[in-house]
């Protein structure tokens, strides 16, 4: 038996702990690297999970607490790979009440026991549980009695029991990213009424939208980017705001000395700064702008005033790489209230930050219906349920989950059928929406919610059970277009968006409550 809770140390780390000490480990498990278990951007915890298989002969266990991402990040895969093929996994326990098992650490973990040797149908018990006062005898006694497929939910925790046939070796995760199991019913519905395919088989391109927070030659400089001047916030580098806007050219205005500049529109692009505090969805047209070829005649009093000598010459082609009508959130805290979409859509093709992926090849209106279904509930809740958790209750989704994103196939949907989402689209693209809990609870009919949820829905947000079930027009407009678009007849539109709203707000007061 090996029982481990090994250092959460950042990959980044390892390099320097000794010189050459990534080559050594490579050389260590030398095995493993060959059976492509190996990443260079492993986490560290999961070494050790190669360790502890050293030390183990057949039906030896391992217990391991670990951060939860190792169940579904990318570069950890090598890990869930040993694990399925190699061990039995006898259960993955995920706290419900607190995010960790470990003092001192923010971080979402689960406890793995797993056991040495293959069986052939073997299977999993997910155990979700709240608090330590559960006999490990009880547990095992409830999963003894279950069948694969079967979830069984006691007071204080929750078993599903899957066969190893039904683990999805890409994200481990996903039993746990729901604490209700209906909360995902009307994605069921709606996917088996719809033709949808991965994000990967769409010819509309996915990239990262530009950096900020380095000073390489290649990052965006803030420093020469013009501000909305109602930006929900500036930082220290936020130096520019948009004054004036005519048909060739933008006056700049310097936020400390007042200086104004006027610089050609061909010089600048249109850009997002920050996507946080943004409550429309539809970006066209907001004053904020990226400056790519410092070439105009006050030119050198601008970069004088930024502190900056120059911007590369390949910025330009770096910056045109990164814009599109589209752009979907790449990290974020699902339970703050600058969190209002997932998706925004922008009539000019616009530079985006980090923070988001750009789909550059998207036309105008792929954007509008790819923005309106990724940022409708149904969206929402794909992304609840494909996230991988990082610190406190912020959710962050990888290049290869955003790839594995599903969405109405463009091609097979009929003209009848784009004209209802987009026309939604364009009704409710300029409104000012509140936080996504609160865009929930608005929607969510109190009658219909327990005791129980309604104390908790409270704790979390102080004062929004009086708000709940005034409604909130452009998201149910938005979430009925859907419904319609993939054909699911009016009679069920009610209990189904009931069910949506209800069990996605109670995920996010989970959430909010968990993480603190």
Request: hydrophobic fraction near 35%; charge should be negative.
């Amino acid at each position: 038996l090996v029982i481990m809770n090994p250092p959460f140390s950042r990959q980044e780390s390892i390099a320097r702990f000794s010189d050459g000490y990534k080559d050594k480990l490579k050389t260590r498990f030398g095995r493993r690297d060959r059976k492509g278990h190996l990443h260079g951007k492993m986490s560290y915890c999961s070494y050790f999970f190669f360790l502890a298989d050293k030390f183990l002969d057949e039906g030896g266990r391992m217990a391991v607490v670990v951060p939860s991402t190792v169940l579904n990040k990318k570069t950890d895969k090598g890990v869930r790979q040993m694990l399925v093929n190699e061990y039995d996994i006898e259960y993955v326990f995920a706290r419900e009440d607190e995010p960790n098992y470990s003092e001192d650490t923010d971080l979402r973990e689960t406890l793995i026991v797993a056991k040495k040797g293959k069986t052939e149908d073997s299977k999993t018990a997910f155990v979700s549980h709240s608090g330590f006062d559960i006999e490990a005898e009880e547990i095992q006694s409830t999963v003894s009695e279950m069948e694969a497929g079967e979830t069984v939910a006691k007071d204080n925790y929750t078993v599903q029991y899957l066969s190893v046939d039904n683990l999805n070796l890409n994200n481990l995760f996903s039993p746990f990213a729901v604490t209700k199991s209906e909360t995902l019913q009307p994605w069921e519905r709606i996917t088996e009424n719809i033709e949808l395919n991965t994000l990967s088989n769409f010819d509309v391109g996915l990239i990262r939208g530009i950096g900020s927070a380095g000073y390489g030659v290649m990052d965006t400089h803030p420093e020469t980017s013009l501000n909305n001047p109602d930006a929900h916030k500036f930082g220290d580098r936020d130096v520019w705001v948009t004054h004036e806007e005519k048909e060739e050219s933008v006056v700049a205005k310097h936020r400390h000395t007042d200086k104004e500049i006027e610089i050609p529109r061909d010089d600048l692009v249109p850009n997002l700064r920050r996507y946080a505090g943004m409550k429309t969805t539809d970006l066209t047209g907001i004053p904020e702008y990226d400056l790519v070829n410092p070439d105009f005649d006050e030119a050198d009093d601008f970069m004088e005033l930024t502190e900056k000598e120059s911007i590369h010459k390949k910025y330009p082609d770096r910056v045109e790489s990164r814009r599109g009508h589209i752009g979907l959130v790449r990290r974020v805290d699902i339970t703050a209230p600058g969190t209002h979409h997932l998706a925004y859509y922008s009539d000019e093709k616009r530079l985006y930050n980090e923070l988001l992926w750009v789909l550059p090849k998207a036309t105008q209106k792929e954007a509008k219906i790819l923005t309106a279904w990724f940022d409708s509930t149904f969206g929402w809740l794909q992304s609840l349920f494909s996230r991988v958790e990082t610190r406190g209750a912020w959710l962050t989704w990888y290049r290869y989950i955003v790839k594995e994103y599903q969405a109405p196939v463009l091609q097979s949907l009929s003209e009848e059928q784009k004209d209802t989402i987009t026309e939604a689209f364009d009704e409710v693209k300029k409104a000012e929406s509140p936080s996504i809990y609160e865009q929930l609870a608005l929607n969510t009919d109190p009658s219909k919610v327990s005791e129980d949820d309604m104390e908790r829905i409270e704790e979390a947000y102080e004062g929004i059970t009086d708000k709940m079930g005034d409604g909130f027009e452009p998201r149910r407009k938005i979430d009925t277009a859907v419904l319609e678009m993939a054909g699911i007849s009016e009679e069920e539109h009610d209990e189904l968006l009931d069910n949506l709203y209800s069990g996605l707000l109670h995920e996010i007061v989970q959430l909010k409550l968990m993480m603190g």
